[in-house]
């Protein structure tokens, strides 16, 4: 393990005039594919455990969705072709001569995932199927050592603390939820110029709850209400815009039978929102790889995003100051033995004892 530190002077956007954050709620059709495939994950890992004592090769981390469609209206309205969910990835589905009912599985998780999350979404309103394959026999043999080895080549990134816009952005969507009108499928956007934010909220309505344009005016109101007073802890000057591309006069508004785009058009995918850290910023460093859905034991595109946190975490505990972290692993060594480079804008005395410990 190599362990390398740079010192810098402080947090890069402390003295940076411009700033973008973005997130994408639980109800965004990337999300929502995000957490099914971190669901089947947990949901076969639970199956191998109990049957076999461990968790067995998989990474069920591709899963698309394609929108159906819908005729949402005021009070109600109806959705006409069901969302179509593919379930994909790579899974050991026999172990030991013993058959694994993976596909049963993966699908049973995605529906408990919609049945447990969402207001009034349910798994009636997708058409669910898993094509998931058989583990790669090659990784399988990497996955199986008794000494835990990389079954990929890749990195994470981590950084902590958090600016105020991000954490503000990562705030804002419990607000927006608590709004009963409001679907879970939720994007802020937060630009900050100097000590200024602009807050973009695009928050789907539930139609079955809002009775004309009148209620629909109100619902936006009281989310914009939520978003200027939760802001305003952080920042002196907000703006705030909701749905922006509302025309109440022609009624053209963001009216949803279910809470979520995918209903009608908004198609998702894996890896294509928030990072491990539940956002997604620009102007920080970040992995472009997907966290959810990818197996918790070998696959380090998954265990070094989680680690690179937890180190900018506990190395600005142990300083107080700024850390943005980077760890690699390459395919075929050692998980333990990943490279970790270090960005501090504090004392770096013994922080190479402290990141040894950590991994």
């Known amino acids: 393990m190599g362990i390398e530190i740079e010192v810098l002077d402080d947090d890069p956007l402390e003295n940076s005039n411009i700033e973008i954050v973005e997130r994408k709620g639980l109800g965004h059709p990337d999300t929502i594919c995000d957490s099914i495939a971190e669901k089947v994950s947990e949901r076969l890992s639970e199956a191998y455990q109990e049957n076999f004592g461990r968790i067995l090769h ?17 009070g109600g309205g109806e959705v006409e072709e069901k969302i179509y969910v593919l379930l994909a990835g790579r899974a050991t589905k026999k172990y030991n001569g013993e058959k694994i009912p993976v596909d049963r599985l993966a699908v049973d998780a995605a529906k408990e995932f919609i049945r447990e999350n969402f207001k009034v979404l349910r798994p009636e309103n997708f058409e669910f199927e898993s094509k998931i394959g058989p583990t790669s026999e090659d990784l399988k043999s990497v996955y199986e050592r008794d000494k835990a080895l990389s079954n990929d080549t890749s990195f994470g990134t981590g950084h902590f603390p958090l600016s105020d816009a991000e954490g503000l952005a990562l705030t804002l969507e419990e607000e927006i939820r608590s709004v009963p009108e409001a679907g879970e499928d939720i994007k802020v956007m937060i630009e900050r110029s100097g000590d200024m934010v602009d807050v973009t909220v695009a928050v789907a309505g539930i139609a079955s709850r809002i009775e004309d344009v009148s209620e629909y005016r109100d619902f936006t109101e009281r989310v914009e209400l939520k978003v200027l007073e939760a802001s305003g802890k952080k920042f002196q000057e907000v703006e705030v815009t909701v749905n922006s591309a509302d025309n109440l006069e022609d009624e053209e508004i963001y009216l949803t039978v279910t809470g979520t785009s995918a209903e009608n058009g908004d198609d998702g995918s894996v890896g294509r929102g928030n990072r491990f850290n539940g ?22 595109g998954r265990i070094n995003q989680r680690r690179a946190d937890e180190i900018s975490r506990k190395v600005h505990e142990e300083t107080g100051g700024f850390c943005e972290a980077y760890v690699l692993n390459r395919i075929g060594e050692s998980i333990s033995n990943p490279s970790v480079y270090l960005k501090v804008s504090e004392k770096t005395e013994g922080l190479k004892d402290l990141i040894e410990q950590e991994i």
Do not use: C, W
């Open 58 to 74: 998989h990474n069920t981390d591709e899963v698309q969705l394609v929108a159906g469609s819908s005729s949402p209206e005021f």
């Open 279 to 300: 956002l997604i910023t620009p102007m920080r460093s970040m992995s472009l790889e997907a966290y959810l859905g990818k197996n918790p034991v070998t696959h380090v």
